[in-house]
């Protein structure tokens, strides 16, 4: 079970990190309005496109540890399955408190909107805590 949780983290992040390095435009209008989307610099584009590899590189990160596509990451890397279940649990972990420090972040900064800049955060969180509470 973790091992699917921590591949539907791998994969959503992976997908997101585009969205985030190409379109932050788009989220700045919702979040903070049309005249702070357009007084956003070159400065606060470089952040968020910084922010959208580290995304990307979670996402490869959860999809090398759960192992998926299966044994896509073992064949080319010959890394031995078990060695990649030894780290499950703690990445897991790691991915939990992270979106969670994520969520207090994105309501510190947007209040009550935080239902919907960090939905994505609780939804893959919860995932993996359950799977790590039911292994």
Same mark, same amino acid.
């Given at each position: ?18 969205? &985030? ?19 956003? *610099? ?31 990451? *073992? ?58 509470? &039911?292994?």
């Amino acid at each position: 079970m973790l091992r699917a949780a921590l591949a539907f983290n791998g994969a959503l992040m992976l997908l997101w990190s585009p969205v &985030l390095f190409f379109n932050m435009e788009m989220m700045w209008k919702a979040m903070e309005g049309r005249k702070a989307a357009q007084a956003k *610099t070159a400065f606060d584009v470089m952040i968020w496109r910084i922010c959208a590899l580290w995304v990307a590189c979670t996402g490869l990160v959860c999809l090398f540890a759960s192992d998926v596509p299966s044994g896509f990451w *073992t064949a080319r890397w010959g890394v031995e399955p078990a060695l990649l279940e030894a780290v499950r649990r703690p990445l897991g972990w790691l991915c939990v408190c992270m979106h969670g420090i994520e969520v207090c972040v994105k309501y510190a900064a947007v209040g009550a909107k935080v239902t919907q800049a960090a939905s994505g955060n609780v939804v893959l969180a919860g995932c993996i805590l359950v799977a790590l509470l &039911l292994e």
